[in-house]
């Protein structure tokens, strides 16, 4: 199984990007799936996750901001930030599979977002 996560980039301050990571191989849905994200001299932090029931949960600072989704049958997961700050500059991680506060048992590559003031 491999996660393969896209859609980082440099945006402004109080600009949008939406984040996606799909998982490959034939597999059944995952429970969970989970963004993570670590910022330079930081420990890797969970930043959303949502379960096959729907249910979601953030990390306080992105209340309001992010979105996260899934298309459970395609295993795919997605991280819709806006009014973007600069402290969400960081790598963003995404996770599958039994997702606890230090991550899952799946974990995509990383992708890279900057956010300039």
């Known amino acids: 199984v491999q996660l393969q996560a896209s859609g980082g980039g440099v945006v402004q301050a109080g600009g949008s990007l939406r984040l996606s990571c799909a998982a490959s191989?034939?597999?059944?849905?995952?429970?969970?799936m989970a963004w993570f994200r670590q910022a330079p001299g930081k420990a890797r932090e969970l930043v959303a996750a949502?379960?096959?029931?729907?249910?979601?949960s953030y990390t306080d600072s992105v209340k309001a901001r992010f979105t996260i989704s899934r298309d459970i049958p395609r295993n795919t997961v997605y991280l819709q930030m806006n009014i973007l700050k600069s402290e969400d500059t960081a790598v963003y991680y995404c996770?599958?599979?039994?997702?606890?506060?230090?991550?899952?048992?799946?974990w995509g590559q990383g992708t890279q977002v900057t956010v300039s003031s």
């Open positions: 949502e379960n096959d029931d729907g249910i979601t």
């Open positions: 996770s599958a599979g039994d997702v606890g506060p230090l991550g899952g048992r799946f």
């Open positions: 191989g034939k597999i059944l849905p995952f429970d969970t």
